[in-house]
């Protein structure tokens, strides 16, 4: 029996309107035809599914199922799993794929899998034809809290992640919360590192609720159980609801946006983690691992300066490290990252600005220009070397 909650997300865009749903509950790909449907109107013919190997082997026929009884024709594309495959040559051939298939305007383009596959397919269909629709069908925990929602896409290059990239808001959004029971432990840590990231900057409400889908997934490591599932598709919920309030105010992250409702604080632990990415040519950390090594690393800054009372953040930590162990970078060449913090896209005037905390649920936007000097050079390699005892 299909159980869910539809979230509506208003979002806010300078000179035109825009809303859609996210659906979050278990047992929702057979219905994917009919929610596809309804989002879109009648006039969607065909649908392109984007997804890997190892996912559309999963749940490929049952999306395509759905669809065909929905009177959409189904075509499905291929990509590399892994971020090493989220470049400029993936989503070209993801748009050749589209033209081939015939994908019109009215139709759609449909991402079955995680955030790498949700980045590209959605970098693609936004430039397709100038844009045609897109709907997020998230197979992984971070994509179901984080990537599938608030329409940025984008693709990785030799010189930073996601720097090349659109806002491409989804026409509808199925967080199936069954799936998360083929997810290998890695990949379940990895999502759970990135709730932890939203629960700091919300609030202790999210960031306890974030807790329970961490001790239920330690009693329940494949989110088998009813109960496990009830607590996961709750937390979802209440995630997504919190990212959604903030892409509300803020769809495009404004430049001059620095509050606390700028979009921005959602890429708190993420200067660096990019930084390990791009160090280590995306290939050795996932990606909520390197937020993982983020949130610490910001957590770090913000004691250092004297921000962030220490009890909060020995709080936060003690968060971070009941997800699960994460893999060393004192291996990482120090100047290796140093270099890929240079290029990161939230840096404005030859410096970066820094999401921190002044206390959990008080995230602030600093400019490291303000640092004493030293300060992310010192506590970049302590924290480095820290990671291996």
Same mark, same amino acid.
């Given at each position: 029996?299909?159980?869910?909650?539809?979230?509506?997300?208003?979002?806010?865009?300078?000179?035109?309107?825009?809303?859609?749903?996210?659906?979050?509950?278990?047992?929702?790909?057979?219905?994917?035809?009919?929610?596809?449907?309804?989002?879109?109107?009648?006039?969607?013919?065909?649908?392109?599914?984007?997804?890997?190997?190892?996912?559309?082997?999963?749940?490929?026929?049952?999306?395509?199922?759905?669809?065909?009884?929905?009177?959409?024709?189904?075509?499905?594309?291929?990509?590399?799993?892994?971020?090493?495959?989220?470049?400029?040559?993936?989503?070209?051939?993801?748009?050749?794929?589209?033209?081939?298939?015939?994908?019109?305007?009215?139709?759609?383009?449909?991402?079955?899998?995680?955030?790498?596959?949700?980045?590209?397919?959605?970098?693609?269909?936004?430039?397709?034809?100038?844009?045609?629709?897109?709907?997020?069908?998230?197979?992984?925990?971070?994509?179901?809290?984080?990537?599938?929602?608030?329409?940025?896409?984008?693709?990785?290059?030799?010189?930073?992640?996601?720097?090349?990239?659109?806002?491409?808001?989804?026409?509808?959004?199925?967080?199936?919360?069954?799936?998360?029971?083929?997810?290998?432990?890695?990949?379940?840590?990895?999502?759970?590192?990135?709730?932890?990231?939203?629960?700091?900057?919300?609030?202790?409400?999210?960031?306890?609720?974030?807790?329970?889908?961490?001790?239920?997934? %330690?009693? #329940?490591? &494949?989110?088998?159980?009813?109960?496990?599932?009830? +607590?996961?598709?709750? @937390? =979802?919920?209440?995630? *997504?609801?919190?990212?959604?309030?903030?892409?509300?105010?803020?769809?495009?992250?404004?430049?001059?946006?620095?509050?606390?409702?700028?979009?921005?604080?959602?890429?708190?632990?993420?200067?660096?983690?990019?930084?390990?990415?791009?160090?280590?040519?995306?290939?050795?950390?996932?990606?909520?691992?390197?937020?993982?090594?983020?949130?610490?690393?910001?957590?770090?800054?913000?004691?250092?300066?004297?921000?962030?009372?220490?009890?909060?953040?020995?709080?936060?930590?003690?968060?971070?490290?009941?997800?699960?162990?994460?893999?060393?970078?004192?291996?990482?060449?120090?100047?290796?990252?140093?270099?890929?913090? %240079?290029? #990161?896209? &939230?840096?404005?005037?030859?410096?970066?600005?820094? +999401?921190?905390?002044? @206390? =959990?649920?008080?995230? *602030?936007?600093?400019?490291?220009?303000?640092?004493?000097?030293?300060?992310?050079?010192?506590?970049?390699?302590?924290?480095?070397?820290?990671?291996?005892?």
């Amino acid at each position: 029996m299909t159980r869910s909650e539809t979230i509506k997300v208003g979002v806010r865009i300078p000179g035109e309107a825009a809303e859609y749903q996210i659906i979050c509950g278990s047992g929702l790909l057979e219905s994917t035809g009919d929610v596809v449907r309804t989002s879109l109107g009648e006039d969607v013919r065909r649908a392109a599914v984007i997804s890997n190997r190892k996912v559309f082997g999963l749940y490929g026929e049952a999306v395509e199922l759905s669809l065909k009884r929905a009177g959409i024709s189904a075509a499905s594309f291929m990509i590399g799993d892994g971020e090493r495959f989220k470049t400029l040559r993936t989503a070209e051939k993801i748009i050749g794929f589209l033209n081939t298939a015939g994908i019109k305007r009215g139709d759609a383009v449909i991402a079955l899998g995680g955030g790498v596959v949700g980045d590209a397919a959605g970098f693609a269909a936004s430039l397709h034809l100038r844009g045609v629709r897109l709907v997020q069908i998230p197979t992984t925990l971070l994509a179901m809290i984080d990537s599938s929602v608030g329409g940025k896409t984008g693709v990785n290059s030799s010189f930073g992640k996601n720097l090349i990239g659109t806002f491409h808001q989804p026409a509808v959004v199925i967080a199936d919360v069954s799936v998360l029971a083929t997810l290998d432990p890695r990949e379940m840590s990895s999502g759970l590192f990135e709730a932890v990231k939203h629960g700091a900057i919300s609030g202790e409400r999210l960031l306890r609720t974030t807790e329970k889908m961490i001790d239920v997934r %330690s009693r #329940d490591p &494949k989110v088998e159980a009813a109960e496990t599932r009830a +607590v996961f598709a709750k @937390g =979802i919920t209440e995630h *997504v609801k919190f990212k959604a309030l903030i892409v509300r105010d803020d769809a495009r992250e404004a430049i001059g946006a620095t509050g606390s409702r700028s979009r921005k604080i959602l890429n708190f632990g993420h200067t660096l983690a990019h930084a390990l990415e791009l160090a280590t040519n995306y290939r050795y950390l996932k990606h909520g691992e390197a937020v993982g090594h983020g949130v610490l690393f910001a957590a770090e800054l913000s004691k250092r300066l004297e921000l962030s009372p220490a009890d909060s953040i020995k709080f936060l930590n003690g968060v971070v490290h009941r997800v699960g162990g994460l893999p060393t970078v004192d291996k990482v060449g120090f100047e290796a990252v140093l270099a890929a913090l %240079s290029n #990161d896209k &939230k840096s404005r005037g030859g410096s970066i600005d820094w +999401v921190l905390l002044e @206390g =959990i649920g008080r995230p *602030v936007i600093v400019s490291d220009s303000s640092f004493p000097g030293g300060t992310v050079r010192k506590a970049l390699r302590d924290y480095l070397r820290s990671t291996n005892r």
